[in-house]
């Protein structure tokens, strides 16, 4: 059996073993989790394990035994990224939304273990995280706060 | 203005940003069918036999359809008003495959692993046709894609593979060049290039309880999917609701009733509710992509470098079938000779079929590969003739009140109408954009060892919205806390145009932008709009919700002076009032629904444009060649948009910045490639490079005001203008760099180092 905690839940995961985590998370309706590429290019499925930032596109679900995954329904719920989405809206940094779940999980990721990051740090950080609107202007300017 | 041209949050920023559900797919999904489609791996041929029996024999797979569950019958698949101006070259499925990708069956089955595992379970046979894949030698071959078709009207000539042509004349062409002082010629190409937006295609379709079918969608033409699926599947409007959610962006890839009609079927045919979504190496070859085009360009100078004439030739490679083929040459041709005054013209330009994937609307819709040919052309002759690249670009602009004959001659499908340019900033997005690149410092530039830097430049131009076609409407109602409900079939596919409409109806009503609740785009419940495309949003349905606001505006005061009994009472900041007494919103409309002069204050309006006011930009690029390995490396782009009075300042910008990447992608790194089968390679985000946030350059996105008289507060268009510029101008600074001039996009490294001799 497979034990992970997911976001504020203990999950025993039966499931159909071949199952991305991506797939999975989709299924249980968190649907910040979003389907882009599944080749890992493309960072829209972006969520934490162990504060980490994985494309849950590119993970099976029976690997995560005894990890802790979070997705940003439950950083939101925290209050974990306020200030963040609050910059994001003051600066313009969201035109479709669609790519801006998962740079939001990268930004969480990078301001746990920096919470000065410069502007290249920041331009690293979501350098996984595909946008096709911003041109990254505004969401690399939003990311200063 | 208190609202309009001022800082605004997106109305539906929060929702984004938290990741919650509001795009087609995030809905729960019991007891939804998963769809897969069967595509042609040849690129040309006839179906011989097609076996689906042990498909359909597999349990959990619900319904395997292919060409023989329809009649026969063509549409275009193309989003744009009726009659579309494409060729109804395509059926849903069609016995004839005519591209590797093209559509042979679809799956439906209760899970995505079953419908995969039952593609491979369908055995056809085919017999192999010869392909056509250089556009070049399309025109009369022998082989002919679609023979069958006969008395299409939007299909030029079937059997001459000639899906599209434009002629055009102005003047006396041929005169003027032989009298001109100066005669330049060039030939510039532009490859297949994708959309590229991150929310692939995705349908969801379910009867509802009254047997009406929904269909949820991500698409920028709402009503234009209802009308088609309608016609393709032979099944009432008034049984069809289409509803568009928020949608991860479109840039023209979605301006296509692209497995909307297949879905339907499924749901039609199996009563169940159903779900279809490309993968990613789906929409590149399966999906739309930007029309490769040949363009020749020649143009004629007096001894002042007064333009005499342009003579513009296009060979466009529409694809196997013809979607937008011929609207998007429409386009290069009406921007290309919108920008320069030549007071004789002559357009020549042919659409032709090749079994290849097929082209479609994309951001820009022909100007960007229109303005790579002319941009660089107009480079090439400053240097030839030693000329200032400014000073011969001003003084060929046509200028305010200056009649552009084009539009008259060339309309979206049909004659166009009369246009005289009422504003243009371009003079100014030129100068603005030379100071902000810094363009005369040339000292700064590195041009020492292998690493060279240089600067181009390209003026560019687009329009707001096809004149006298595109029409939108907006209904607006109050309600007692003095909130306004606005519904319009505008399609916000990401840009933010419900925030735009929202500031243009708060402006009116003179309420803050929170007061005014957005609901786009549903085809029940919203009025008719022709859709998110040809950089319409703002500039149409902005001029049907101004005109609803300022109806609705009348009845609250006329509501108020009823009230107040007195007919010279005033409506300022959100109250009527005679100066003594005073009633607010609230008390107007509360009164309205309940106790005196009972009624709904509400108010409807339409609006169409028979001008297309075009918006201006000047773009500059700033590269560094590195002429050992030929890498080019973008350094900074500069981009000046005179798009009038701008409604909402930063989503503006983002238009620009977002844009920008697009088109210097086109110019170094996105280009479909293709294997001599004519099997498209490059179908992830890995091997077609998209730019992340390390790759892009410093981008400073400015505008310049000015304020046209045909569009909501002065507005014209934003979307697409931007796209057009940068591909020309890094083009121009690397020839500045090093001295190698490339026409043929994408620039690649080998053909920087063949330019230099190198290889
Ligand atoms: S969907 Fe996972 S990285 Fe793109
Ligand atoms: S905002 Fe649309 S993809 Fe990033």
Redesign the interface.
């Known amino acids: 059996m497979i034990r992970f905690r997911l976001n504020e839940l203990e999950i025993e995961y039966t499931g159909h073993p071949?199952l991305t985590l991506m797939e999975y998370l989709?299924s249980i309706?968190l649907?910040?989790v979003?389907?882009?590429?599944?080749?890992g290019?493309?960072g829209?499925c972006s969520v934490l394990v162990d504060n980490n930032v994985y494309n849950s596109c590119m993970i099976l679900v029976e690997s995560l035994h005894g990890k802790l995954i979070e997705?940003?329904?439950y950083l939101?719920k925290k209050g974990e990224?306020d200030e963040l989405?609050e910059s994001?809206?003051?600066?313009?940094a969201?035109?479709?939304?669609?790519?801006?779940?998962g740079m939001?999980i990268s930004l969480v990721a990078l301001f746990r273990i920096n919470n000065q990051p410069d502007e290249s740090e920041?331009?690293?950080t979501?350098?996984?995280?595909?946008?096709?609107?911003?041109?990254?202007?505004?969401?690399?300017e939003a990311a200063q706060l | 203005m208190k609202v309009v041209g001022k800082k605004t949050q997106r109305v539906d920023g929060k929702a984004l940003a938290s990741g919650k559900p509001v795009f087609a797919d995030d809905i729960p999904k019991k007891d939804f069918l998963y769809l897969k489609l069967l595509y042609s791996p040849i690129a040309h041929g006839k179906i011989k036999n097609i076996d689906i029996s042990k498909a359909l024999a597999l349990e959990g797979v619900a319904a395997v359809l292919t060409h023989k569950d329809f009649k026969p019958h063509y549409y275009t698949t193309a989003g744009q008003g009726y009659p579309e101006p494409s060729p109804r070259d395509t059926m849903i499925f069609n016995p004839v495959v005519r591209f590797v990708g093209d559509k042979v069956a679809v799956i439906a089955a209760e899970s995505i692993e079953i419908a995969k595992k039952a593609l491979e379970l369908i055995e056809v046979d085919y017999t192999e046709y010869p392909a056509i894949f250089d556009p070049e030698k399309s025109k009369d071959n022998e082989v002919v894609l679609h023979p069958e078709i006969k008395n299409d009207p939007f299909l030029f000539d079937a059997q001459r593979n000639l899906a599209s042509r434009i002629t055009a004349e102005y003047g006396d062409p041929e005169n003027a060049f032989d009298s001109s002082k100066y005669v330049f010629e060039g030939e510039y190409s532009t490859p297949y290039a994708q959309q590229a937006h991150i929310e692939p295609h995705i349908t969801l379709t379910w009867l509802d309880e009254h047997e009406r079918l929904i269909i949820r969608t991500a698409t920028q033409v709402p009503f234009h999917v209802r009308r088609i699926v309608g016609e393709v599947l032979d099944f009432p409007i008034s049984r069809i609701r289409v509803i568009k959610p928020r949608i991860g962006g479109g840039f023209g890839s979605k301006q296509e009733i692209l497995n909307e009609e297949i879905c339907a079927a499924v749901t039609l045919k199996t009563g169940r509710p159903s779900r279809i979504e490309l993968t990613r190496k789906e929409e590149f070859f399966a999906a739309r992509s930007r029309h490769p085009q040949k363009v020749r360009i020649k143009m004629g100078f007096d001894e002042k470098l007064k333009i005499t004439a342009i003579d513009l030739n296009i060979l466009e490679n529409s694809g196997a079938y013809g979607s937008h083929a011929l609207t998007v040459m429409s386009v290069t041709s009406q921007k290309v000779l919108s920008l320069y005054k030549a007071p004789n013209f002559r357009v020549h330009a042919d659409a032709v079929y090749t079994n290849l994937p097929i082209a479609g609307a994309y951001r820009g819709y022909g100007a960007p590969q229109g303005f790579f040919a002319l941009e660089c052309l107009m480079d090439e002759i400053a240097i030839k003739l030693q000329v200032d690249p400014f000073e011969l670009r001003i003084k060929n602009f046509f200028k305010e009140g200056d009649e552009i004959p084009i539009a008259s001659i060339l309309g979206e499908g049909r004659e166009g109408f009369k246009m005289i340019l009422h504003t243009t900033g371009i003079k100014e997005c030129l100068h603005r954009g030379k100071e902000l690149m810094g363009w005369d410092d040339e000292k700064k530039r590195l041009n020492q060892g292998e690493i060279k830097q240089g600067v181009g430049l390209a003026a560019v131009c687009q329009g707001s919205g096809i004149p006298g076609i595109d029409m939108a409407a907006a209904f607006i109602k109050m309600n007692e806390d003095a909130s306004f409900n606005l519904m319009v079939g505008a399609a916000d596919i990401g840009t933010g145009s419900d925030t735009a409409l929202a500031q243009i109806a708060a402006e009116v009503l003179e309420v803050s932008v929170d007061k005014i609740i957005v609901y786009s785009s549903d085809t029940d419940l919203t009025p008719f709009d022709t859709g998110a495309y040809a950089s319409s949003t703002v500039f149409v349905s902005g001029g049907a919700v101004k005109k609803a606001a300022e109806k609705l505006r009348l009845q609250i005061l006329d509501q108020g002076q009823k009230l107040l009994d007195d007919p010279n009472a005033i409506l300022e900041k959100g109250k009527v009032t005679t100066g003594k007494k005073s009633l607010s919103y609230e008390e107007i409309c509360t009164k309205s629904f309940y106790t005196e002069f009972q009624m709904q204050p509400m108010a409807t309006a339409s609006h169409l444009s028979y001008d297309s006011p075009p918006p201006f930009n000047a773009t500059f690029a700033d590269v560094s060649v590195d002429t050992e390995t030929g890498i080019v490396t973008v350094n900074k782009i500069v981009s000046v948009s005179d798009c009038g009075q701008i409604i909402n300042p930063k989503m503006a910008e983002g238009q620009a910045e977002g844009a920008i990447p697009q088109s210097i992608g086109m110019a170094l790194s996105e280009y479909m490639i293709f294997d001599k089968k004519g099997r498209a390679i490059n179908t992830d985000f890995d091997s077609y490079h998209i730019y992340t946030a390390i790759d892009m350059p410093e981008i400073v996105a400015e505008f310049v005001h000015t304020s046209d008289p045909t569009g909501p507060f002065g507005a014209k268009a934003v979307a697409e203008i931007p796209i057009n510029g940068p591909a020309p101008a890094i083009a121009n600074a690397i020839y500045n760099a090093c001295g190698v001039r490339i026409r043929e996009l994408p620039i690649t490294p080998e053909k920087i180092l063949r330019g230099l001799g190198k290889i």
């Open positions: 071949g989709r309706e649907f910040s979003k389907y882009g590429c599944d080749t290019s493309c829209s997705t940003l329904e939101d990224i989405k994001f809206l003051d600066k313009g969201i035109q479709c939304g669609y790519c801006s779940p939001l920041i331009r690293d979501l350098a996984g995280n595909l946008c096709r609107c911003t041109g990254y202007v505004k969401p690399v």
